[in-house]
Structures are given as structure tokens and as C-alpha cells.
Nanobody
Framework: QVQLVESGGGSVQAGGSLRLSCAASGFTYSTYSMGWFRQAPEKEREGVAAINSVDYTRYVDSVKGRFTISKDVAKNTLYLQMNSLKPEDTAMYYC?????????????????WGQGTQVTVSP
């Protein structure tokens, strides 16, 4: 059974950095598309970054140049390095996985989800 467990969230000041991790199990991690999504209070969940089996990546415009998605296949772990954080990055961050190769930023294209980790950025 697919399991995704996020960690690494916390509270930082604007301009700071955090690295989120997502430990994956129960599936052939190296062949899946993986993504990071976030949901702020009273807002819809949005795709932040995605990566496919050959490490092609995709980002939402608001994080380009600041966030980097990567994965360590040997450790079955997905990462999101977040630099130059802004208060508007405050949200619950979720890891997602899907067996299809499309690595989109659309929620509906992912079958499996973690429970989330909170990121709070103060001014």
C-alpha cells in the first residue's frame, strides 16, 4: 500500500529557507511522477512543483527560482528546497504520487497523498 509521509515544515522569517522531505513506500518509487502541493487557509490546493521518473521538473510561476524539487531514489525520498521564503508561501504542504508520467501540477492527476506538513513564514 502506498504511503507518503512529509516532514521538515516549521516556522521561519521571510527570506529564510526550509527543506521538506517526503518518505515514500509501497510502490516503485523511481517510475512515478511526484509532486508538491500546498493549501493556505480558505484557498484551494495548488500545485507547487512536480518531477517525473527522469527528473524533468515543473514549477508554478510564483516559486520559480526559489524552490527546487528533487528526489533520492535510493532513499525513496522526495524533497522540496524552499529558499527566499515569503509570507504568501505559508500553507500546509502535501506530497503526492502517481504512476502516470505526466508530472502535472493538477490535483486530479495524482492518486496518492500524504498528510501534509505546515509551513509558516512570518514577515
Amino acid at each position: 500500500q502506498v504511503q507518503l509521509v512529509e516532514s521538515g515544515g516549521g516556522s521561519v522569517q521571510a527570506g529564510g529557507s526550509l527543506r521538506l522531505s517526503c518518505a515514500a513506500s509501497g510502490f516503485t518509487y523511481s517510475t512515478y511522477s511526484m509532486g508538491w502541493f500546498r493549501q493556505a487557509p480558505e484557498k484551494e490546493r495548488e500545485g507547487v512543483a512536480a518531477i517525473n521518473s527522469v527528473d524533468y521538473t515543473r514549477y508554478v510561476d510564483s516559486v520559480k527560482g526559489r524552490f527546487t524539487i528533487s528526489k533520492d531514489v535510493a532513499k525513496n525520498t522526495l524533497y522540496l528546497q524552499m529558499n527566499s521564503l515569503k509570507p504568501e508561501d505559508t500553507a500546509m504542504y502535501y506530497c503526492a504520487a502517481d504512476p502516470r508520467p505526466y508530472y502535472t501540477l493538477a490535483m486530479g492527476d495524482y492518486d496518492h497523498w500524504g498528510q501534509g506538513t505546515q509551513v509558516t513564514v512570518s514577515p
